[in-house]
């Protein structure tokens, strides 16, 4: 989908991450089109059809990132791994920002991250490249089912050797789902090693 330097882009902004681990933090977000995954519940169905969205060369998306100055950079999507982000993460070294992916995981790693964010999804499991390397595990919880699916994830990146002693592990209510909310707190107070993950950005009103 990426053509050499160039990468299909539906936005890109300064904010701060809103939700999982680095919460509060400056942050620019390069968020990629394209994603084949078609959650029900997406909150950027705009991000599903890359070809609507323009071709960006990657030096524009770094002077983004230069000129912010953030604590860190996210790269997410729509699915940003179906796109080459090789060139991109070779682009931003010289910045010495740190590079966040956010990715459900469903397409080949590409690009070197200080941060992987993986977001698995119960209809498209991910690859389990991922699940060995990746940093952090966030699961949205909308029902029962969500929450034997997180904790087979995280068994599985336990017994694959993902980063010592294993990523960091979120529970993020479904949007707009009550029982979700209910279920990810019960989940957090009887499994310390989890944490809630909020969307503190939809509160606040910013992107
Ligand atoms: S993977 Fe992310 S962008 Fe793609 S459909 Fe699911 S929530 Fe939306």
């Known amino acids: 989908m990426s053509k050499g330097g160039l990468l ?22 390069l968020r990629l089109a394209g ?13 599903w059809s890359a070809h609507g969205h323009p071709l960006v060369p990657v030096e524009h ?10 604590a860190l950079v996210v790269i997410t999507g729509g699915e940003p ?12 070294v ?12 469903v397409a080949p790693l590409s690009g070197a991250f200080e941060w992987i964010t993986l ?10 490249a991922l699940l060995a390397c990746c940093h952090e595990l966030k699961v949205v919880i909308h029902e029962p089912a969500d929450l034997d699916f997180a904790m087979a994830m995280a068994a599985t990146c336990q017994a694959m050797g993902s980063s010592s002693p294993g990523p960091q592990l979120c529970v993020q209510p479904g949007a ?8 990810a707190l019960h989940h957090v107070k009887h499994h ?10 939809k509160w606040l009103g910013v992107q």
């Open 35 to 47: 994603c084949s995954v078609g959650c029900p519940w997406c909150d950027t169905k705009a991000s």
């Open 8 to 29: 299909r882009v539906m936005e890109q902004f300064h904010s701060i991450q809103g939700e999982g681990v680095h919460t509060g933090r400056s942050a620019v977000f």
């Open 94 to 105: 010289p910045l010495a920002i740190p590079r966040h992916l956010e990715t459900s995981g």
């Open 61 to 70: 998306l770094v002077e983004t990132v230069r000129q912010a100055q953030p």
């Open 192 to 201: 310390p090693q989890w944490r809630l993950s909020l969307q503190t950005h």
């Open 176 to 183: 707009d789902s009550p029982t979700g909310i209910h279920l």
């Open 81 to 92: 791994l179906q796109q080459d982000l090789t060139s991109l993460c070779e682009a931003l």
């Open 119 to 128: 977001s698995p999804k119960r209809h498209r499991p991910p690859q389990p």
